[in-house]
């Protein structure tokens, strides 16, 4: 399965067909490998950060926030949009600050993650963030976070329930419980 | 954390900004929980299904498919859109066989997962499926599938060093590795 070229679709033509407040999609018009043309609709996203805040007792920073595409409240690791020309770590420590108020003193890149490959470009990276300091959240006019605190354990009883619901912070957990039990490496940086 | 109630927006309008071939964004008007208006754009999208299939040699049946948005072919478990007035387990049953060819005997539902909660409504089932039975393909125009047998090993260290990057995927391996472990229940069914 390692040779792709006989699934490669070639783009050969573009058109924006929405330039929302807060969405742009993009109609690309693709070759496919037999020769046929085809559509294929997106949206176009910046890219995103999650951190998985570790407390110096063990337990985790968590988010919970109205999602109104879902009309309900999920619970989450903090996360967000980076912003134009900004690095991804520079992303986190500002969304870690903002949302939760917490600065970290060492960061570790986990991984990246596509969301939703079939209708976006995001891909979210994974950071872990520790030696935290309590602070005061940086809110956006018109965002609403509960901050908390939860054990590993805590959050593992919830997924296990069907009550953890969040893609990404499902993923942090996995890689938390993987890094803990010393199968997956954290490079830890200032 | 568990009262919510201040959290909460109330929708007060709705307006449908772009009806694609492919995708459909709503723009809806919301009440903030301070009493500002605000707007939400986002794809309302039909659920889908994610099957996770275990071959009776405990090997995984993985699909590699070319993921326009990404310009990049990505490994996943088979997954699909659930047709308007198809159950979860009907979507699951096509999806598998269309995809990949296998049927299996047994089935048990997992979990679900919100993957793009900031800006779509899609929610993914994720079910596993067991006593597999390969047949062929049935792939829609357009679409092109490589199907192969991976060991969940394989799939976990593809994990660890970044390589295995879709978040519905990483959250069925999850999964698999906590049910083998004794740790998370799967309910099978016929």
Do not use: S
């Not at 805590?154 to 010393?182: M, N, P, S, V």
């Amino acid at each position: 399965m390692d040779d792709h070229a006989h699934l490669i679709e070639q783009q050969v033509g573009r058109e924006v067909i929405l330039d929302g407040n807060f969405l742009h999609v993009r109609r690309d018009t693709v070759r496919l490998p037999t020769g046929e043309l085809a559509t294929r609709e997106y949206v176009v996203h910046p890219g995103a950060v999650m951190v998985v805040p570790l407390a110096d007792d063990g337990q985790l920073v968590v988010a919970r926030q109205w999602r109104h595409p879902l009309g309900r409240v999920l619970l989450e690791f903090p996360a967000g949009k980076i912003d134009a020309g900004e690095g991804a770590l520079a992303t986190a420590r500002r969304e870690l600050r903002e949302e939760t108020g917490y600065t970290a003193r060492e960061w570790a890149r986990a991984c990246v993650i596509h969301n939703a490959a079939a209708y976006a470009t995001e891909a979210i990276e994974i950071w872990f963030a520790r030696g935290l300091q309590a602070g005061a959240q940086q809110l956006d006019v018109g965002e609403h976070i509960d901050v908390g605190l939860m054990a590993a354990d805590e959050l593992d009883a919830l997924a296990a329930r069907g009550e953890l619901t969040d893609a990404k912070t499902l993923i942090g957990l996995l890689w938390l419980q993987r890094w803990r039990a010393g199968d997956w490496p954290l490079q830890w940086q200032a």
